[in-house]
């Protein structure tokens, strides 16, 4: 039998083979490209609850035009925060980076909508930020570009959402349930991160709902008597 110097290390008992450590590794990135997809699913339900209750609004808008005003606003930080979260899978993937390499894009049709429906959420987003601020010699202009927008927002994000409604239904409970909780860290991290964008765009909207009002008066300011609460005879 072989003799070891005292002090010395006996192979493949103390130290990590290298195997050991490549599926090591791999496992860390498996993990931190499920948890950017928990993380992207779970905002993209949220988005699609307050999108539904936007379109809602559409309906009356007139009427509802506060509420329009505080869910557009509403809809601005979960907006930015999974742009972050795609645009973060989609630099690792470019960069090279081995779990997102072999995780792969997205079917090519929705790779290349991507950048369709970033463009044009944000279009939608500033221009209705805009409006509320807009310059009556503006005030056209920013609205009928708002309108567009939409227009064209609507039929991107549309193909958008069909081609990811599978996936985004699979992947975004997981970190609410139990069992599948616990299989990535960072859950709680994740919930926080979504609630803490909602509450940043709660504290937007309650910032920004009266310029619904002062929009509303500079398009069709009211009656000097209904301004005063004076019923007409």
Do not use: C
């Not at 209705?128 to 609205?143: C, E, K, Q």
């Not at 709902?209 to 007409?232: D, E, S």
């Amino acid at each position: 039998m072989g003799h070891f110097a005292p002090g010395a290390a006996r192979p493949n008992a103390t130290l990590p083979s290298e195997d050991d450590a490549a599926r090591r590794a791999r496992a860390r990135g498996a993990a931190g490209v499920e948890a950017n997809a928990r993380l992207t699913g779970m905002t993209a339900v949220a988005l699609l609850v307050l999108l539904a209750a936007e379109g809602l609004t559409i309906l009356r808008i007139w009427p509802l035009l506060s509420v329009h005003v505080f869910i557009g606003m509403l809809l601005v930080p979960p907006v930015l925060l999974k742009i972050g979260s795609t645009f973060y899978r989609f630099a690792r993937y470019y960069s090279g980076h081995p779990a997102y390499r072999r995780k792969g894009p997205p079917p090519a049709l929705l790779r290349l909508l991507g950048p369709v429906v970033v463009l044009l959420s944000v279009s939608v987003l500033a221009t209705g930020i805009w409006l509320l601020f807009a310059s009556p010699s503006l005030r056209s202009t920013v609205l009928f570009l708002h309108k567009a927008s939409f227009v064209l927002w609507f039929i991107a994000m549309t193909v958008h959402v069909l081609g990811h409604i599978v996936e985004t239904t699979r992947l975004a409970p997981r970190d609410f349930y139990a069992r599948t909780r616990r299989q990535v860290r960072g859950a709680g991290l994740r919930q926080w991160t979504l609630a803490a964008a909602l509450a940043v765009g709660f504290l937007l909207g309650s910032l920004l709902i009266n310029r619904a009002a002062t929009y509303r008066n500079a398009v069709n300011p009211p009656h000097p008597a209904a301004a005063l609460g004076v019923k007409g005879r």
